[in-house]
């Protein structure tokens, strides 16, 4: 999937936990070979190429994991869209960097979303209707092989581990032994401004600060805001975490497209997960989050208010 896997594994014994390691790569490579749009040889990639007009029916995994993908879309609005292939070619995110023309951005538009590929929400069947449409599993293939992973821990050898995919995080361990990870600020990365201390679940984030391109002295992000067809702007970052690895991945993508504001207000509206936004103005960071992020926020971010505007009105809220 086009980035990097670590994992750290606490067992009775070297032997279990070099096993148990194991188990969790083969099983992030597993899901890789049925995912990636980079490899050739998967499963995804003979969807993306199949016969446009044509029915085409995954396998098991595969298909349950894309009528995820598109419940996540409907929920979030379209926020969240795994169809944005045609415009991650337009804007050649995964080379690099064009700004299409007009004409382009438009075409790429049209072969984008729900009228270019239906996806069955029941039972994962796809059907490409354009030639240059395809889903790129980018936006949710980290959680869904840390997920599978995560499945393979659940071993009574095993004490606790850190899986670490891309930036994303399965915390396995148990409430008197938490994992403390660092939010990092969204301008710097190497400067950790929060600090969350998490087990059981899995920690995800999305900004523009990690993968952009340059064109003309301008950064656009790799994020699309499918609504729109362009890149979303680059305001900063949104941790999510939740006891479901791919779900964090994918409303980390939905919730950075939102936009701090819009996304704070639907993060509330779904206390299954919780989120932390970092606002990255002039100089000034400006941090806000979820009720349900108090759990897990032990530093809290730093040059920032403490419970922001919308922290607030959500406290009224829960009164
Ligand atoms: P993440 O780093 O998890 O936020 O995912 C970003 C990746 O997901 C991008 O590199 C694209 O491959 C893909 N992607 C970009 N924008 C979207 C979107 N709005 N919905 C779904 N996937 C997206
Ligand atoms: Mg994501």
């Known amino acids: ?23 969790v790569i083969r099983e992030v490579e597993r899901l890789e070979r049925i995912l990636s749009t980079w490899d050739p040889l998967s499963e995804m990639h003979a969807i993306n190429t ?54 382009a951005l438009l075409g790429a538009r049209k072969a984008t979303g729900p ?17 240059a449409a395809w889903i790129d599993t980018g936006g949710f293939g980290k959680g869904a092989a840390l997920r599978a992973a995560a499945d393979r821990l659940d071993s009574a050898s095993v004490d606790r581990a850190l899986i670490n995919f891309g930036g ?29 201390d998490v087990h059981g679940v899995s920690v995800a984030t999305s900004g523009a600060s990690e993968r952009f391109i340059e064109i003309d002295g301008v950064r656009w992000g790799h994020i699309l805001d499918p609504r729109t067809g362009r890149p979303s ?5 949104v941790t999510v975490v939740s006891a479901d690895p791919l779900e964090a991945d994918a409303l980390a993508t939905a919730l950075y497209v939102m936009g701090p504001k819009a996304g704070m207000a639907w993060a509330a509206g779904h206390p299954q ?20 992020m108090e759990q897990w926020l032990i530093d809290r971010p730093v040059s920032s208010t403490p419970h922001s505007q919308t922290q607030k009105e959500q406290d009224a809220n829960h009164r």
């Open 1 to 23: 999937m086009g980035t990097r896997l670590g994992v750290v594994v606490e067992a009775a014994s070297a032997p279990e936990a070099r096993k148990a390691s194991e188990n």
């Open 50 to 103: 199949g016969e446009v007009g044509r029915p085409i029916a995954p396998g098991a995994e595969l298909a349950f994991l894309l009528a995820e993908a598109e419940r996540y879309s409907r929920i979030s609005g379209a926020a969240f869209d795994a169809r944005i292939g045609a415009l991650v070619d337009a804007w050649d995110l995964r080379g690099a960097g064009v700004v299409p023309g007009a004409g």
């Open 115 to 131: 009228r270019s590929i239906s996806v069955d929400e029941r039972t994962g069947m796809v059907t490409r209707h354009m030639a």
């Open 168 to 196: 994303q995080l399965w915390a396995h361990g148990r409430a008197d032994k938490p994992w403390s990870v660092y939010v990092a600020h969204p301008r710097q990365r190497q400067r950790p401004v929060a600090r969350l």
């Open 233 to 237: 702007p680059a305001w900063g970052s």
């Open 273 to 292: 997960l919780d989120a932390l936004f970092l606002e990255a103005g002039d100089g000034a960071l400006t941090a806000s989050w979820t009720r349900g």
